[in-house]
């Protein structure tokens, strides 16, 4: 399996498989209730069997082209995530995501690890348009996809169902010409 550096701190980026069903549980059980303030993943997460079908899933979407998940580990425990949750490469789209537990928050480990996951969409795979869709709730979110230099282009007003209340979804997105122009200023 691959490892990708996220950075001097030993953080890496590895494919998250079905085979690691139970580290992927242990890690949900740890930050489960900091994880489900924004999003249902930590409720679909909630033992070994619904664990293993949960990324068994993702090795399918893998498999078919249509998305992609990878885990953050640090210090050799696994402490979060990113993903395609939708990936279109016949029409260029796809949308990423993340989550990442609480003793994980503050080292930029979601960012740099997403900055890996959007570069390899639109630079390997020809993705055009990679959008990210938060909780208007979830400024750490939002931060996130402001740092990878996305536009916000709207909110979904109410149409996320989630433990009993809607919320408001903002749509942000960053275009290949955007993250190529936005790299070059960085070298």
Known sequence: MFAISL????????PLEPWQAEEFLTHMDRGREFIGQHIALPD????LDSARSFLRSYADKAANDTGRIYGI???GTLVGGVLFRTMDVTYGTAEAGCWLEEAAVG?????RA???IIDWAIEERGIHRVEWHASSKNLPSTAVARRLGMTREGVLRENYPHRGTR???EV???LAPEWRAAKAELS
Do not use: M, N, P, Y
């Open 107 to 111: 080292k930029g480990l979601i960012t």
């Open 7 to 14: 950075g001097d701190d030993g953080a890496e980026l590895r």
């Open 73 to 75: 580990w640090t210090g």
């Open 167 to 169: 919320s408001d979804t």
């Open 44 to 47: 679909f997460v909630a033992d």
């Open 172 to 174: 942000w997105a960053v």
């Open 114 to 116: 997403c900055r890996v």
